[in-house]
């Protein structure tokens, strides 16, 4: 039997399609984009492109649908989580639209963010802007009518593509969800490429061990990234990959990042520390109770 390709997961793509459907159901214009941009051969020809480059060439893990698809779903779920908070969305409080407009800009950013890579890993995201440009061209003007709005929406999409990286920085909150959800599409199994193409580094052993990334409201934060991890090799993943990221923008004080190691792990003595807790520019060590929870070490602030 032919073996599915890891960057080609059928059923991570899928759930993460529904969770996109759901959070713009009642997001006419976000959902009309999305409907465009899917059903576009040109940029589903970019996305294969986009993998193909950065997997067979580079050995890199996804970077293609299944990459855009769940880190779209994660940008629109940690978007969701912002209402009633004070970090409100630029386009809502800049008054260039409402939270509709907000959605569109993440998702369309979210979506077309990695087409670069098809030139080239070296500049991506610049040269994602140049190729985004066009397609935006094509699409924004069936949902745009008002030329200042379509020009406003359309530099929200390019400045979110040209930070996801976090260098250079992020300056809206729309670009800092582009830039953190990139970063949260590490579940089991999407640093495998590299890792069995002979690439055994610290990035895809630590790939290995993430399980599960839960986006949730969080405790005094509005957003929770919960990282699970098969062993504490995940934490590199945390505080390298994702952590630098999520300080970046503006919504380094609007998230909270916990990693703790699975019951399973700890039970079969596979984790050094048992979890972690981004706090500002360091992690602090969380221990794991007898009920199996996890705290904050004794003396620290959570």
Request: glycine fraction near 8%; aromatic fraction near 4%; proline fraction near 5%.
């Amino acid at each position: 039997m032919k073996k599915t390709p890891v960057n080609q997961d059928p059923d991570l793509e899928a759930h993460s399609t529904a969770a996109i459907e759901r959070h713009l159901s009642r997001k006419p214009r976000a959902k009309k984009m999305w409907e465009l941009l899917n059903g576009d051969a040109e940029v589903q020809a970019g996305w294969r492109m986009a993998n193909y480059v950065t997997s067979t060439k580079l050995g890199m893990n996804d970077h293609g649908r299944t990459h855009v698809t769940v880190a779209t779903a994660s940008a629109l779920a940690m978007l969701d989580l912002l209402d009633g908070s004070s970090f409100v969305p630029d386009i809502i409080a800049g008054k260039f639209g409402d939270r509709d407009d907000a959605a569109l800009a993440v998702m369309t950013a979210m979506l077309c963010h990695d087409l670069g890579n098809m030139v080239h890993r070296e500049d991506h995201a610049g040269l994602g802007v140049t190729l985004a440009i066009p397609v935006l061209d094509r699409f924004l003007p069936a949902i745009y009518d008002d030329p200042a709005q379509r020009t406003a929406i359309r530099s929200f999409i390019l400045s979110a593509i040209y930070t996801h990286h976090g260098i250079p920085r992020p300056l809206s909150i729309e670009a800092a969800l582009v830039c953190i959800a990139d970063s949260t599409d590490m579940t089991r199994g999407r640093g495998r490429v590299a890792f069995e193409s002979g690439s055994i580094t610290i990035h895809s052993v630590s790939a290995l061990a993430i399980e599960k990334v839960e986006i949730k409201k969080g405790v005094e934060k509005p957003i929770g990234l919960v990282i699970h991890m098969s062993s504490s090799a995940g934490i590199f993943q945390v505080q390298e990959i994702l952590a630098p990221k999520v300080r970046a923008g503006p919504l380094a004080d609007a998230v909270d990042v916990v990693a703790v190691t699975t019951e399973e792990a700890h039970a079969a003595g596979q984790t050094i520390v048992s979890g972690i807790r981004m706090q500002g520019a360091k992690f602090v060590p969380l221990h794991r109770g007898s009920s199996g929870s996890t705290r904050t070490s004794p003396g620290r602030k959570k």
